[in-house]
């Protein structure tokens, strides 16, 4: 059968911009390959005009004009290639973008709906009551609080007034306390006798120079023989 109606032939894959790319990178390297070569050789019959005259400068600077075409033909040629570089390599710059904003929106289409599922289990009324559950218990908590603190004994009826009088009349007993102290401190001074208050401190007078004091073994002073 394959005979008769022919075998379909299996199509090659299409070329990505990758293979392309790198196809016309080659291109432009063998293109400033030539193009180096030929400034070379255009230096060298440079050199050679410039020795020479008549018939053979002539000939070395039609060979060098010949050389100079092919250079700029190739340099045309690398120009044209270096544009169609930079215009795959905007192309496969925007599909990679593309590439990349596919994989963004499906990952924000999956968090989108584990967020759907996650959202269901938490319930807007549940956690209402919860704060409200919380507050009251606060509240609670405060009120037994001031009860624990409050003062047995004391009456809430007390005036303020009664405080604030009595309160007066506690400085005044306090100063006339030190009023007295006072009165009786400079009484009992004047009431003391002469002889009793402290005299003046009499210097005790300077040993002799010179004098020796013998003492006995229990540290006592000897008293002088006299001869």
Request: cysteine-free; proline content about 4%.
């Amino acid at each position: 059968m394959n005979r008769i109606f022919g075998q379909k032939k299996v199509q090659a894959p299409a070329p990505s911009l990758g293979d392309a790319s790198g196809k016309i990178d080659g291109r432009l390297k063998g293109l400033d390959d030539k193009i180096k070569a030929l400034d070379d050789e255009l230096r060298k019959f440079q050199v050679l005009i410039k020795r020479s005259s008549g018939a053979t400068q002539a000939n070395h600077k039609r060979r060098a004009i010949d050389v100079l075409k092919r250079k700029k033909m190739y340099e045309q040629q690398r120009d044209q290639l270096a544009a169609q570089s930079f215009n795959v390599d905007q192309t496969n710059f925007a599909l990679d973008s593309v590439k990349d904003t596919i994989t963004t929106v499906d990952a924000m289409k999956g968090a989108h709906k584990a967020l759907k599922v996650e959202a269901k289990k938490v319930k807007i009324d549940d956690i209402e009551d919860l704060t409200d559950d919380l507050a009251d218990m606060m509240e609670d908590m405060n009120e037994i609080n001031d009860a624990l603190g409050r003062n047995y004994g004391v009456s809430d009826e007390i005036d303020e007034a009664d405080l604030d009088a009595e309160l007066a009349g506690l400085e005044d007993e306090l100063e006339g306390l030190g009023e007295m102290e006072a009165d009786a401190t400079a009484s009992s001074v004047e009431a003391t006798p002469a002889y009793l208050l402290p005299s003046e401190p009499v210097n005790a007078p300077e040993a002799k120079i010179g004098a020796q004091t013998t003492t006995d073994e229990f540290g006592l002073p000897v008293a002088p023989v006299h001869n």
